[in-house]
């Protein structure tokens, strides 16, 4: 089954369309989603504006960039360290 992206924007409105009272069931059947989808969106994007979702996003991202940057670092650092320690 090909998997659906949803628009940030899509996902608050669902979100607070939930918050609002309209039930589960219905969302998910207009959405074509899970309920534990619901759910998880919910858990992570509930009482956020759409703005505020996308600088979370760009933000993770980043944080993801950056620590793949530093675990590459450390590594490099760690093979000149054992080259250095070698006796020639």
């Known amino acids: 089954m090909a998997r659906k992206r949803y628009s940030v924007e899509r996902i608050v409105a669902a979100v607070k369309a939930h918050e609002g009272g309209t039930s589960i069931g219905d969302i998910c059947r207009k959405l074509g989603i899970a309920e534990a989808t619901l759910y998880r969106w919910k858990k992570e994007y509930g009482g956020l504006e759409p ?5 979370l996003k760009q933000l993770r991202e980043e944080n ?3 620590k793949k940057l530093v675990a590459e670092l450390s590594l490099d650092k760690s093979m000149l ?7 020639w």
Do not use: F, H, P, T
């Open 64 to 66: 993801e960039r950056l």
């Open 51 to 55: 703005d505020q979702v996308r600088e």
């Open 81 to 87: 360290q054992d080259i250095n320690r070698r006796k």
